[in-house]
C-alpha cells in the first residue's frame, strides 16, 4: 500500500480504512544525540503565575533540535535569573556549556521577558535581549527566544517559530472525516483550517508561508486549492479529468508544479499562477508525480517508475532529458531537496521497510535516518537541520521528526486523527 500511494494519487482512497485515536499533547523524544551540547534552561524568575511555563518550552525546542542536551531542572544546585548572579564553577561542575538565564514581569498589560545566554567555559556573555510578549501569546515568545539562542551557538538561523500543516482522518466508510490542520512547528497550537467529508492529500506552503495548496476530492474528483491560511479565502487552481494531485511552489510563488493525467499517464506540469496557463515538461508512458522545485528554481525533481520501480529524477528547466538520481535500491520516492539544495531527503524502501533517508543531489551516498518502518511524506525544516515525516503508531498516523544527520528524533503532538501528508512551512517573516 505505501509503494501505491507514494507513486499514484488514487491510490489515497486506501487511506479510509484507518481509525482514528487521539494524539498525546506531548513531545517524545525517540533517540537523543550523543554529541548534542550540554544546556542549562533556568525557570524563569516571576514566571510562576504565567500560563505558559517560558523556560521549559524553549528547553524543549532546544532539545528537540538535536543539537542540544538540557539538563534535568532537578540536577541544578542554584537557579539564577540574572547573569551576575550565575556562579560559573557551579555550572562548570555540572558540565554544562551554555547557560539560559531570564526573568518575567507584567508590562503595559502583556509580558516583559528578558533573557540572557551565558557562555560557561569561556565566563562571559553571549547574548541579552528583552521580548515584549502578549499574554496569550507566550508559546510565541519562546520559541522566538529559542531561535535567538540557537542561532547565536550554531550559526544556523532558528526554525522554532515557524508552523507546519497535516492532514487527519477520522471515523469509518460513509462517517469519514478529513481536516487539514496547521499548528507549531513543535506541534502545539493546532488550528483546522478546512474540513471535509472528502479526502484532503498534499498540502503545501507558499514561499510567504500565507497561503497552501492541496488536493481535495469535495467535488468527487480530485482538484488543487489553494487557500490563504489567515482568511480562508481560497480558489480552485486545477480540475481536470483525472488525477490532479501533488502540488509544489515555485520558489518565487508564480507557479505551481503538479502531477496531472489529463492527456493519459500522470505527467508533471507547471501551471503559471496568475494567468493558470499549463506546460507539460515530462513525456512518457510511465508514472510521474511528487514534483518538487529546487531552490534555485532552475529544476524540478520527481518521483517516476520509469526505470521498473520508484526513482527519483531531475529535469532541468528550458529542455532536456530528464536525468536519473537515486539508484541505491528498488524504491525512493517523496524526495525534496535541502534549502542550500545539496542534498535529497526521501522516502527509501530497505529491507526494514519505508524509512526517511538522505542524499547527496549529485548521486552520492544514500543513508538512512529513522528508525522506523513506515514512514511517509519527508518535509524538511527551512534551516535544513530537521525532517518532518509521517510514520505508523498502531493502526495510526503520527507526527515524527528526525534530524538531518539521523543522531536525533523525537514525534509530535498532533490533532485527534490519523495523521498524513505533513509539511513545514518556510520562515515566517
Not at 19 to 40: H, K, M, V, W
Not at 53 to 60: E, M, N, Y
Not at 73 to 89: A, C, I, K, L, N
Not at 393 to 414: E, H, I, K, T, Y
Request: charge should be negative; proline fraction near 5%.
Amino acid at each position: 500500500m505505501q509503494a501505491l500511494r507514494n507513486v499514484c494519487l488514487g491510490c489515497l482512497l486506501l487511506l479510509v480504512s484507518s481509525l482514528a485515536n487521539a494524539q498525546n499533547l506531548t513531545i517524545e523524544i525517540t533517540r537523543g544525540s550523543d554529541q548534542a551540547l550540554p544546556i542549562g534552561v533556568v525557570p524563569f524568575g516571576g514566571g510562576d503565575g504565567l500560563s505558559e511555563d517560558v523556560a521549559q518550552i524553549v528547553q524543549d525546542d532546544l532539545e528537540r533540535s538535536g543539537f542540544f542536551a538540557p539538563i534535568e531542572r532537578g540536577s541544578m544546585f542554584e537557579r539564577p535569573t540574572q547573569s551576575q548572579d550565575v556562579q560559573f564553577g557551579t555550572w562548570r561542575s555540572l558540565d554544562v556549556r551554555y547557560l539560559v538565564v531570564g526573568r518575567a514581569e507584567p508590562a503595559n498589560g502583556g509580558v516583559r521577558l528578558q533573557f540572557e545566554l551565558m557562555d560557561i567555559s569561556g565566563q562571559r556573555r553571549m547574548l541579552t535581549e528583552t521580548v515584549n510578549a502578549n499574554a496569550n501569546d507566550l508559546r510565541g515568545a519562546a520559541h522566538y527566544i529559542s531561535d535567538q539562542i540557537f542561532e547565536e551557538i550554531t550559526g544556523i538561523r532558528g526554525a522554532f517559530s515557524t508552523r507546519i500543516a497535516y492532514v487527519t482522518s477520522q471515523g469509518v466508510g460513509d462517517n469519514m472525516q478529513f481536516g487539514l490542520y496547521v499548528a507549531d512547528a513543535d506541534g502545539h497550537n493546532p488550528q483546522q483550517v478546512l474540513t471535509s467529508d472528502q479526502p484532503i492529500m498534499s498540502p503545501a506552503w507558499s514561499p510567504d508561508g500565507r497561503k497552501l495548496a492541496y488536493v481535495s476530492f469535495e467535488t468527487e474528483r480530485p482538484a488543487i486549492y489553494i487557500q490563504d491560511v489567515g482568511s480562508g479565502q481560497r480558489v480552485m487552481a486545477t480540475s481536470f479529468d483525472g488525477i490532479n494531485g501533488a502540488p509544489a511552489w515555485s520558489p518565487d510563488g508564480r507557479r505551481l508544479a503538479m502531477s496531472l493525467s489529463k492527456d493519459g499517464q500522470p505527467e508533471i506540469y507547471i501551471m503559471d499562477i496568475a494567468n493558470r496557463s499549463i506546460e507539460r515538461i515530462t513525456q512518457s508512458n510511465s508514472i510521474d508525480t511528487e514534483p518538487s522545485w529546487a531552490p534555485d528554481g532552475r529544476s524540478i525533481i520527481f518521483t517516476s517508475d520509469r526505470s521498473g520501480g520508484p526513482q527519483i529524477y531531475q529535469y532541468t528547466l528550458g529542455g532536456g532529458e530528464a536525468q536519473r538520481l537515486t539508484f541505491t535500491g528498488n524504491y525512493n520516492a517523496r524526495a525534496q531537496y535541502s534549502p542550500d539544495g545539496d542534498q535529497l531527503f526521501l522516502i527509501h524502501r530497505s529491507n526494514r521497510g519505508y524509512q526517511v533517508a538522505r542524499q547527496d543531489s549529485d548521486g552520492g551516498r544514500l543513508v538512512v535516518l529513522s528508525d522506523s518502518t513506515r514512514d511517509e511524506s519527508p518535509s524538511v525544516a527551512p534551516n535544513g537541520t530537521m525532517v518532518l515525516f509521517a510514520t505508523q503508531q498502531g493502526n495510526n498516523g503520527v507526527l515524527s521528526a528526525v534530524s538531518a544527520d539521523g543522531r536525533s528524533s523525537f514525534r509530535l503532538p498532533a490533532a485527534q486523527g490519523d495523521i498524513r501528508d505533513p509539511a513545514w512551512s518556510p520562515f515566517l517573516n
